[in-house]
């Protein structure tokens, strides 16, 4: 079995300043690793995941998330955000092609 | 190419009656899965299809709640009778059979029990 713990259920941030969406993970064998984010009234979106390969990971909105086995953590980094990154960011585990356990997700607001 | 549909996008029920959630995967997408979100809880996963047939139901919660797939293509989840606790958000995700897992999913269903 799987688990997923988000540390930060509410993550304030000023726009243009950097954040961390942090994201730990249990697991007794191999998982892939996902960050979802979910824009206000909107569905689930995937933002970026690691399979495989390179343990660092980026999206193409400046995301980035790095895969550490060691600490099993997978948090997520932007290094300057903007108004529109204001979301809820679910981290997800998969270990197979089937269903994803998710965090409890962090509430993103990114204030002017 | 479409995304995830799910209906209806809203619904709200008194306790012991029947609701009827229907989702549309991406055409084509094989795999398709329920998960549900209980406010302030995180999402939970309910069950996978792999076309037609049951692959995992293990996060079914009891058997108030069935679920089909004829077919292979869309599905529903049916909820008979709806107590207090079903109220929360139903998401659909579908995925290829083969690839990497992306689970692309739906805008969701926010049922409300009275």
């Known amino acids: 079995a799987q688990s997923v713990t988000q540390l930060d259920s509410q993550v304030p941030v000023f726009e243009e300043a950097p954040v961390e969406l942090r994201c730990n993970y249990s697991?007794?064998?191999?998982?892939?690793l996902f960050w979802y984010v979910q824009y206000p009234n909107q569905g689930l979106q995937l933002l970026l995941k690691?399979?495989?390969?390179?343990?660092l990971v980026e999206s193409i909105n400046g995301f980035e998330a790095e895969f550490n086995k060691s600490q099993t953590s997978f948090h997520l980094r932007k290094p300057s955000v903007h108004i529109s990154d204001t979301a809820e960011y679910f981290c997800?585990?998969?270990?197979?092609?089937?269903?994803?356990?998710f965090g409890q997700g962090t509430i993103l607001t990114v204030h002017p | 190419e479409a995304g995830v549909t799910q209906f209806p996008s809203h619904s709200v029920i008194e306790k012991g009656q029947t609701v009827t959630l229907r989702c549309d995967p991406i055409?084509?997408?094989?795999?398709l899965y329920w998960y549900r979100r209980v406010m302030g809880k995180e999402i939970k996963f309910l069950l996978h299809?792999?076309?037609?047939?049951?692959?995992?139901e293990s996060g079914m919660p009891n058997n108030r709640f069935l679920a089909e797939r004829t077919g292979g293509t869309y599905s529903t989840l049916k909820v008979q009778p709806a107590e207090l606790e079903d109220s929360g958000v139903y998401f659909c995700?579908?995925?290829?059979?083969?690839?990497?897992?992306?689970?692309?999913f739906g805008p969701g269903t926010r049922l409300t029990v009275l």
């Open positions: 995700a579908s995925s290829h059979l083969s690839g990497n897992n992306e689970q692309f």
């Open positions: 697991s007794s064998v191999s998982v892939y």
């Open positions: 690691y399979l495989s390969g390179s343990t």
């Open positions: 997800a585990v998969s270990a197979s092609y089937g269903k994803l356990t």
């Open positions: 055409s084509g997408h094989d795999n």
């Open positions: 299809f792999v076309k037609e047939s049951k692959q995992d």
